[in-house]
């Protein structure tokens, strides 16, 4: 391949003859002018201001209080409600279930009142706590009554 005459090409390009296998195969070679390297850059200058602003911000945003609470376990009362309910079935193991779940209904209770307001973020689980753990320890007395325990 030859380059037009009329352009001036920035690629130089230079044609090898060779003879492989089973005939002549042209390879075309394209060698790039080399590039000059750039200039170093000097470093970037930090400017610093000092003094007071121009103008001053009138409006300042109110900061977000940050309330912590206190965690009430309501998750994991939940989670024994749900334990005590299956084993309110074994004699002897029922006893314990009730205990646990009777221990359950009366740590849920002083905290009813949030699940109203719905600011505590375990408010969703209080009900259902007392709600599992009252049915866990129904079931624990009517089995101890059944099986004459």
């Known amino acids: 391949m030859q380059p037009d ?21 042209i390879h075309n070679h394209y060698h790039l002018p080399p590039t000059p390297q750039p200039a170093q850059q000097p470093p970037p200058q930090t400017v610093i201001y000092s ?12 900061q977000q209080l940050f309330i912590p609470y206190k965690k009430i376990h309501a998750f994991d009362w939940v989670v024994y409600g749900v334990i005590s309910i299956l084993f309110a079935f074994f004699p002897g193991v ?11 209904i009366l740590s849920m ?20 706590a007392i709600v599992l753990n009252s049915i866990a320890l129904f079931l624990s007395i009517f089995v101890m009554i059944l099986m004459g325990v």
Do not use: F
């Not at 003094?51 to 109110?62: M, R």
């Open 51 to 62: 003094g007071l602003p121009p103008q001053s911000i009138p409006y300042q945003q109110p």
């Open 109 to 128: 209770l002083p905290h009813l009142h949030k699940s109203k307001n719905k600011l505590h973020p375990e408010s969703g689980k209080i009900v259902p």
């Open 94 to 104: 029922n006893i314990c279930c009730g205990l646990v779940s009777g221990v359950g």
């Open 5 to 25: 005459d009329n352009s001036q090409p920035t690629i130089q390009d230079s044609v090898v003859g060779r003879d492989m296998h089973t005939g002549n195969v």
